[in-house]
């Protein structure tokens, strides 16, 4: 959120688009979809009154939906539970709609229980969301404990976490679907999708919180604010990772509904009152509709890393081309980087729509109707399990940061990083790639300082100053007298002739972050005895915490309220009591 860099715009901007247009339109589609197949079979079952009643009822959701935010009030100092409280109070007018709805139109109370156990599925998806996401449980907490040995263990946990978290909710729609069936048949899985997005007006509302506290913090940073706004737009923003993952929760859970709902439609238009998995032709939808999520989230995602990418390179021409940015008197070329995420946003979709819109038709035109119906039931499962669990891994990824950044250590002083290796000390090693900069671009620094200097960014902060020095003492090598492995530590002929070599074999450095914690990083290859020494130790007006990665079942924590005899470093053993 510096105003010195140039995409801070776009990623406001994008904020919004994510978290709020996109959000919107997801749900207003499965929205519109949920009330299309009520309808559809409403007609079917009941005649006019199946049609008439989920439009009323979604009429009366709406109604729910602007009352319940008026129960949202911030004097409580928590910011989840007033969202939390104007959901709920949503929900309760929605079931007492129902009821006098169903009573009204059908003189039983079936339709309302199934639009009811709809509205429960949805609230409770929220809430086991919010268990996975959230600081405040014990998920969270995991992926954090494991960032403390690098990035690399901290994703492994978050997508174990994310994947775990498909779980409960899955059961929660399969207990939803049967409740729903077997009080109201088919009609009553479309009003359980219909019930679940009744309330889709305080989702969205919810769901905007997350982007406008990001951006208050954004604002609060380019403005230059003093530092405890940011700290109080930052446990706002915590909370809005959340709610953006609840959000997130509820249109996957809805979207499932209405997906089942509208395959259901669907067969009552073909005529299709049963499919067999015996049927090669119906194996051969399953497994296409089953990847059809993977290749769309592969396509996506890869449309991102291209837009990111071109963002980065546009920030360092920005930087090299634009005098006084770092300095603050120029103004970077905000409106460039917009353009680039906009224009990209648009054009990397084309494919990925039409594949979702073309591949139904080919295979209902080449493989018949029961192979569109597998297809169909095939994307529907996988779809639900990919979408939960990106979502929440995301979200608990977020978090976990945050969670660090609060401090259990207290505000932190200072730190110290190093990663040691002695795979280059001896100078007959071959010049591998790993010494010529045209190929590898920088020595140790880039070799293994990057994973030190990345970890402590993470842990701690954004650097702001740097003060390095570098040193290759190995200055020429031997050529590569046969395959040497990807170390480069194969010893050549003394006879075989040496090239020289151009780049580090050792740095160190001084760092300043943003957030005024100093530290030191030093990086070589030229250790003897050293392999893969990564230690990290970090201090704070709390206590201190020690790492080293050859011990790596070990971490060393102190903290400041322990008394006198007692106080020390204290060794914590990773396992199933500390993750």
């Not at 259990?408 to 591998?432: I, M, V």
């Not at 194969?490 to 070599?501: M, R, T, Y």
């Amino acid at each position: 959120d510096d105003p010195r860099n140039p995409a801070v715009i776009a990623d406001n901007v994008g904020d919004n688009v994510g978290d709020v247009a996109g959000m919107g339109a997801d749900l207003f589609e499965s929205y519109v979809g949920s009330i299309v197949s009520a309808i559809t079979l409403g007609i079917v079952y009941f005649n006019t009154e199946g049609a008439l009643f989920p439009l009323i009822l979604s009429a009366c959701g709406i109604l729910a939906s602007i009352i319940g935010t008026f129960f949202v009030h911030g004097g409580n100092n928590n910011p989840q539970k007033a969202l939390r409280t104007g959901s709920y109070v949503s929900s309760a007018i929605v079931v007492v709609g129902a009821l006098v709805l169903s009573n009204m139109f059908f003189k039983d109370m079936k339709a309302a229980i199934a639009v009811i156990s709809g509205l429960i599925v949805g609230l409770l998806i929220g809430i086991i969301t919010e268990v996975y996401t959230s600081a405040d449980y014990n998920f969270v907490k995991k992926i954090a404990n494991q960032a403390e040995t690098g990035p690399a263990t901290a994703i492994i946990s978050g997508l174990a976490v994310g994947m775990q978290s498909t779980a409960v909710p899955v059961i929660l729609i399969c207990i939803g679907i049967f409740a729903a069936y077997n009080v109201s048949g088919l009609y009553g899985i479309a009003l359980a999708a219909v019930g679940m997005l009744s309330t889709t007006g305080i989702t969205v509302a919810v769901d905007a919180y997350g982007p406008i506290a990001d951006n208050a913090g954004g604002i609060a940073e380019m403005s230059g604010l003093e530092h405890s706004v940011r700290e109080v737009t930052d446990k706002l923003d915590a909370v809005g990772n959340t709610t953006a993952a609840m959000g997130k929760g509820f249109a996957i859970g809805s979207a499932a509904l209405t997906a089942l709902a509208l395959f259901v439609s669907y067969a009552e238009a073909v005529s299709l009152s049963a499919i067999s998995i015996l049927e090669p032709r119906v194996i051969i939808g399953l497994f296409i509709g089953g990847m059809l999520p993977f290749l769309f989230s592969a396509f996506t995602m890869e449309s991102v890393g291209k837009a990111a990418f071109q963002m980065i390179e546009e920030v360092r021409r920005q930087f090299r081309s634009i005098p006084g940015i770092m300095e603050g008197t120029a103004k970077p070329d905000y409106k460039k980087c917009v353009e680039i995420s906009t224009t990209a946003a648009l054009k990397e979709m084309l494919i990925p729509g039409i594949m979702a819109v073309v591949v139904p038709l080919i295979v209902g035109i080449l493989l018949g109707t029961g192979a569109l119906g597998g297809l169909l039931a095939g994307a529907l499962v996988t779809g639900v399990m990919m979408a939960i669990f990106m979502s929440n891994a995301g979200g608990s990824w977020d978090n976990a940061k945050k969670y660090i950044e609060e401090g259990a250590l207290g505000q932190l002083l200072d730190f110290r990083g190093t990663y040691l290796q002695d795979w280059s000390a001896d100078p007959n090693s071959p010049l591998s790639w790993r010494f010529q900069k045209n190929i590898c671009g920088s020595g140790a620094l880039g070799d293994i300082g990057t994973h030190i200097v990345d970890m402590l960014r993470f842990l701690v902060g954004e650097f702001a100053s740097v003060n390095a020095r570098t040193a290759t003492y190995i200055t020429e090598r031997p050529t590569q007298s046969g395959l040497a492995d990807s170390l480069g530590t194969i010893k050549s002929s003394e006879n075989v002739p040496k090239k020289p070599v151009d780049v580090d074999d050792h740095c160190c450095f001084m760092v300043q972050c943003q957030n005024g914690v100093f530290g030191t990083i030093e990086a070589t290859r030229n250790a003897w005895g050293r392999n893969n020494y990564i230690t990290f130790e970090i201090h704070g007006t709390e206590g201190s915490l020690f790492f080293n990665y050859e011990r790596r079942d070990e971490l060393q924590v102190c903290f400041a309220k322990d008394g006198d005899d007692r106080r020390g470093f204290r060794t914590v053993y990773t396992g199933p009591a500390h993750p």
